[in-house]
């Protein structure tokens, strides 16, 4: 009796017809019990199907809130979904598994495309997926790559059922199966059963077709050859598969009960619309085969199918035509190798597409279980006719219009203030420059790179801290050079390998002194290992800088020109950040994703819900009524980000006499030890609660201190929170009436600087100071306020004579021009400590010269009162040379500690300098101790 629809009457020519797509929607509205009612008897997926499914409609929704509830990351919720249609689909297949005795009924997973150069890791995901799944009747999908090819052999001696994907080629389909039949004979060599073990061999079809006619039309070809190699390549396949199975050595696996391992068409959808929407179907008809198909393709089958033997005849013609497309000059090995790479591209585009839009849900779903919350006590009714005033004066639309009177009445400052905007739109522009920096970045793989070194100061590097910081998983390893310290700067040089290094410069203006330092020292570094420098240097910078002339005269690798209305601050989202993160592996995509979603929330006109502008708010009226020391009580995974909040609320605020005075790091006092002109902004990190610093937090609040809770769910989510405080700053900066786009009083130590290395130039020394006391591990400079001359001191007296003017309001900045090590990070905490106890004043830390680019603006040009404890060595002998300069970076980073005290001492800010002379550890160890004993006055 003739079959009743055509997939059965393909079933009666020995051909299994698969469903080559699968959905939420597919298996709950009852389409596939229905498809494989009439015939299916199979289900293949794979990451673009995927992101089809999840990431464009809504079906997935609740389960995905649901799993967010669970404090389930973004990795895991894929997982959960993707296992869980997979585990659907193939018990709706079961009964088909059973009667077909294990021949059919299969549903398949693919491992994740990042896997697909990687061996070891296929491996271990395959067995992950197929025992989560935990069903007979489901098969892995692992690519048909070099690395690949090995996973398959191991998986099926394990007993795994493999669906080879991505086979373009005649000669890699050999390779898969011998990776097959290898498989087998080492599982029956093992004593186990190889009856069970099922694997089929997806041969894509309609791509080859797809590549082959767009290189004819490229050669101008004869046409007649278009649309006909895919089927061709698929039938010599066929052939080859034929051999293979009939050859005594399968038989021998047979005999044990080994099933054969059905070729698979796949990518059987037409994509010319030129061809008949059969074309992959009708041609390709043959016993012992498979063809998976998307649901249109299934319905025009279904529809107009011609069901007849069609796949081993006229194998001539088809070896005919593979000759006439070689006579073209088409290698259809070398399509396959392109279409190979291609596909693994695409699918892993696929994955990334789908983690970015399951980020973004949950990130969504997170703010509003966990939104939010504003604490400000006694401050509310302030804060909430801010608010409504903001409203008034329309802040939100003129600051999206760029209008520059929000700062300022001043034409000139107007003028300055309109060329600086460019961060408010920049996200979307950095999207656009993504795939030349990914191509950048594929290039420095091939070529064997292991590092990035980003080279900058202050805006222009502390992004690069963050991403490197909070994505240590890159291909490449980014390291920040933003330290001057000879010695810290020696041990980078030989920790690199130049020849696997890119060094990026990254300066806005091209001129500052420490970048071009750090460029000159390892361009000669890079020459004196024998290369040629030019290829193993990047520049980031503005249009018509120096450095951009530089850069061009060196024959540069690249380079990048960022828009030139981007101040460095506020420069994270542009180019400065986007070149370092996509070179070292960061999806930036995905990043800048969450900063346009961000930006449109501060877009909303009411500034009530606008996470911006409350901030913003918040930290401006609380700073005028005195709670000016916004301490960033943040948990560990943020930590990072506070050095870059840091750098942008005391660069862009910290003048004329007023300012926000960010306390980053500090450790966490008795509650009843902070003063009253402090505001807490912390962060809840979804999935990752910190109980301690929460119940510290509660017991600030309760004492009726001010506390700000912000939210994030991921570090995706570090792409918002860039743009959150750049707008809550540019604000914050206009409710203290200040312009929050210029630095006005960086060059006043800058030129400091320029004189005392022009001293040394000339008097072969620089002018330190004579110091007014010292001991056998330091000595101290009396800054301001000044000694009587003459007065004879110790170092404790010169310690005391700095901290009794301590008063209750002020901040303590240590300012230690010293490597940036762990080590010395944990002495200066330790000094801190003692200060913000016994003193009860808010405390900072920066390193020289990082922070002069930072904090650096506030403590000259803020309100009076730091009081500034400077740590410095003597110069280092021996330091490397800053090549084309009259010194090295031992006299440089001097020559900067020089400058500033001597900015803050011109400005009368309270300031003291220590030399540590001996260890510095143990310096700072002796000195948190003096401190300690120092009477209270
Ligand atoms: O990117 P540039 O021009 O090298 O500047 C680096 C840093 O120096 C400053 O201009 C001054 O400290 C910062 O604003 C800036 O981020
Ligand atoms: O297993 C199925 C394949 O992943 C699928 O057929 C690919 O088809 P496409 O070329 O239409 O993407």
Redesign the pocket.
């Known amino acids: 009796m003739p079959s009743t629809n055509t997939v059965l009457a393909l079933a009666d020519l020995g051909q299994s017809v698969w469903l080559d797509t699968l959905s939420r929607g597919l298996l709950e509205g009852g389409e596939l019990a229905r498809l494989i009612a009439l015939g299916v008897t199979g289900v293949t997926s794979n990451p673009t199907i995927f992101e089809k499914a999840i990431a464009q409609g809504h079906d997935y929704d609740a389960d995905i809130a649901a799993l967010v509830e669970e404090g389930k990351g973004v990795q895991e919720i894929y997982d959960a979904l993707t296992l869980e249609d997979v585990r659907r689909a193939a018990d709706l297949l079961r009964p088909v598994y059973d009667r077909s005795d294990g021949r059919d009924g299969y549903a398949s997973l693919e491992v994740s495309p990042l896997l697909a150069y990687d061996t070891a890791g296929t491996i271990q995901e395959a067995r992950r997926l197929f025992y989560s799944l935990g069903r007979p009747n489901v098969m892995i999908k692992v690519p048909a790559t070099a690395a690949g090819i090995p996973a398959i052999r191991d998986l099926i001696a394990d007993g795994i059922n493999v669906n080879v994907t991505l086979i373009f080629s005649r000669h890699t389909y050999r390779a898969v199966m011998e990776a097959y039949l290898e498989g087998l004979e080492r599982r029956r060599s093992q004593g186990q059963a190889i009856d069970r073990v099922a694997s089929v061999a997806s041969f894509f079809v309609s791509r080859v077709d797809t590549l082959v006619d767009r290189l004819l039309a490229e050669r101008g070809a004869s046409q007649d050859l278009a649309g006909r190699a895919a089927v061709a390549n698929a039938k010599l396949a066929y052939r080859d598969f034929r051999a293979v199975f009939a050859s005594p050595r399968f038989q021998a696996l047979a005999a044990a009960g080994a099933m054969i391992q059905r070729p698979l068409w796949a990518s059987t959808g037409t994509k010319n619309p030129a061809y008949s929407d059969l074309l992959y179907v009708d041609n390709l008809i043959g016993p012992d085969t498979i063809n998976t198909l998307p649901l249109p393709t299934l319905e025009a089958l279904l529809d107009h199918g011609h069901p007849a033997r069609t796949l081993d005849a006229d194998l001539d013609e088809a070896a005919r035509t593979l000759d006439r497309l070689e006579a073209a000059g088409i290698d259809l090995e070398a399509v396959a190798a392109q279409l190979l790479d291609e596909g693994v591209d695409q699918f892993a585009a696929s994955y990334h597409a789908l983690i970015r839009a399951l980020g973004l849900q949950r990130s969504r779903v997170a703010h509003r279980l966990q939104a939010d919350r504003y604490n400000l006590g006694s401050y509310e009714p302030a804060f909430r006719e801010t608010l409504r005033r903001f409203a008034e004066e329309e802040v939100v639309s003129r600051l999206y219009r760029k209008d520059p009177a929000l700062w300022s009445a001043d034409p000139a400052v107007q003028a300055q203030v309109a060329g600086a905007l460019g961060w408010l739109d920049v996200p979307a522009w950095s999207r656009q420059h993504l795939p030349a920096i990914r191509a950048l970045a594929r290039d420095l793989q091939r070529e064997g790179y292991t590092d990035v070194v980003l080279m ?5 590097s502390l992004v690069s801290d963050v991403l490197a910081h909070s994505f240590p998983d890159g291909a490449l390893r980014l390291t920040v050079l933003d330290s001057t310290d000879p010695g810290w700067i020696r041990a980078l040089a030989a920790r690199l390998d130049p020849a696997r290094t890119l060094f990026i410069v ?7 002194t420490e ?1 071009l330092a750090f460029y000159r020292y390892f361009w000669q570094r890079v020459r004196d290992a024998g290369l040629d420098p030019g290829p193993h240097f990047v520049a980031i910078t503005d249009p018509g800088t120096p450095l951009e002339a530089e850069a061009g005269r060196q024959n540069f690798r690249r380079v990048f020109l960022n828009p030139v209305d981007i ?3 506020y420069s994270a989202l542009s180019l400065f950040g986007v070149v370092p993160g996509t070179l070292m592996g960061v999806d930036m995509e995905g990043l800048l994703g969450r900063a346009e979603e961000m930006r449109e929330r501060c877009r909303l006109p009411d500034p009530a819900t606008n996470p911006g502008v409350l901030l913003g708010v918040a930290m401006g009226v609380l700073a005028r009524a005195g709670r000016d020391k916004v301490t960033l009580a943040f948990p560990s995974r943020m930590g990072i980000m506070a050095d870059w909040i840091e ?1 942008l609320l005391a ?1 862009s605020t910290g003048k004329n006499g007023t300012g926000f005075v960010p306390v980053a790091h500090e450790p966490l006092a008795d509650p009843a030890d902070y003063g009253d002109d402090r505001l807490f902004v912390t962060y809840r990190w979804l999935g990752h609660p910190d109980p301690d610093l929460e119940s510290h937090l509660a017991a600030l609040e309760a004492l009726g201190h001010p506390v700000i809770r912000l939210t994030i769910a991921d570090r995706y989510g570090l792409g918002a929170e860039f743009y959150r405080w750049e707008v809550a700053t540019a604000l914050g900066g206009r409710i203290l009436g200040i312009n929050a786009f210029d ?1 006005p009083n ?1 060059q006043e130590s800058k030129d400091n600087t320029a004189r005392m290395l022009a001293a040394l130039a000339e008097e072969g020394q620089l002018p330190v100071p004579h110091p007014h006391a010292s001991d056998a591990l330091m000595t101290a400079t009396v800054g301001y306020p000044p000694v009587p001359s003459g007065t004879r001191l110790t170092v404790t007296d010169a310690l005391a004579h700095l901290l009794r003017l301590v008063q209750p309001g002020d901040y303590v900045a240590l300012m230690a021009y010293l490597a940036p090590t762990a080590e010395h990070w944990s002495a200066l905490e330790q000094l801190r400590e003692v200060i913000l106890r016994r003193w009860r004043v808010a405390t900072t830390v920066g390193f020289g010269p990082r922070f ?2 930072s904090t ?2 506030l403590h000259k040009g803020g309100s009076d009162h730091g009081v500034f404890l400077q740590l410095v060595t003597p110069p280092a002998p021996e330091a490397p040379a800053v090549p084309g300069q009259p010194y090295d970076f031992a006299s440089l980073i001097t020559a900067q500690g020089l400058g500033d005290f001597e900015a803050l001492t011109h400005h009368h800010r309270r300031v003291l300098r220590l030399t540590l002379t001996g260890d510095p550890t143990v310096g700072l160890a002796e000195l948190a101790r003096t401190v300690a004993a120092l009477p209270l006055s």
């Open positions: 900058g100061m202050g805006g222009s990254a300066s806005k203006s091209g001129t500052t970048a101040g460095g601050r750098q660069e630095q960086v002069l680019h650096g603006q």
